[in-house]
Every structure is written in structure tokens, then in C-alpha cells.
């Protein structure tokens, strides 16, 4: 199962193992402060190099904010260029 959390926002990668319902049951039980799960639909697309996104549970909002090493960040998602492990 492949993910990344960002703030209050789970992102899931493709290729999926399970089906979408059952991403969505584990990330909740597992994380009881998701607001939102996002699916990467695409790979990065040119000329930004970023993903489409669709919403899979949760609040229309694609916005968050993350804390790393006790500093704040707003951040856009939809904007933001996650890693690929």
C-alpha cells in the first residue's frame, strides 16, 4: 500500500494493490486525522511537471497545512512535486 500523508491529506500512487474502498478503510483506521484522500491519477504531466489528482473521500479541498521539524507550511498539493520512492 502506497501512500504519503501531507498535512490532514492522504495521497495514493498508482499502480493500486486493492481496490479504492479499501485504501480508503485502511488509511482512516489507521490515520484518524485524514480529511481528505487524493488519488495520483497521472504521472508528473508536462510542462509543470504535475499530477492529476481526484478526490477519493473527504473534503473538496486540496490544501493543508504540514509540519516538519516543528515548522508550518501551507501547501497546495495540487502545486506541490511529491517525491517518488
Do not use: C, W
Request: net charge negative.
Amino acid at each position: 500500500m502506497s501512500y504519503d500523508i501531507i498535512g490532514d491529506i492522504a495521497v495514493i500512487k498508482k499502480p493500486l494493490k486493492y481496490e479504492e474502498e479499501e485504501y480508503i478503510k485502511r488509511i482512516l483506521e489507521k490515520h484518524k486525522f485524514i480529511r481528505t484522500i487524493l488519488l495520483q491519477e497521472t504521472d508528473v504531466l508536462p510542462p509543470y511537471r504535475i499530477p492529476k489528482y481526484k478526490i477519493l473521500y473527504g473534503e473538496n479541498k486540496t490544501e493543508t497545512i504540514n509540519i516538519e521539524y516543528g515548522l508550518r507550511f501551507k501547501v497546495d498539493v495540487l502545486d506541490a512535486i511529491i517525491p517518488q520512492d
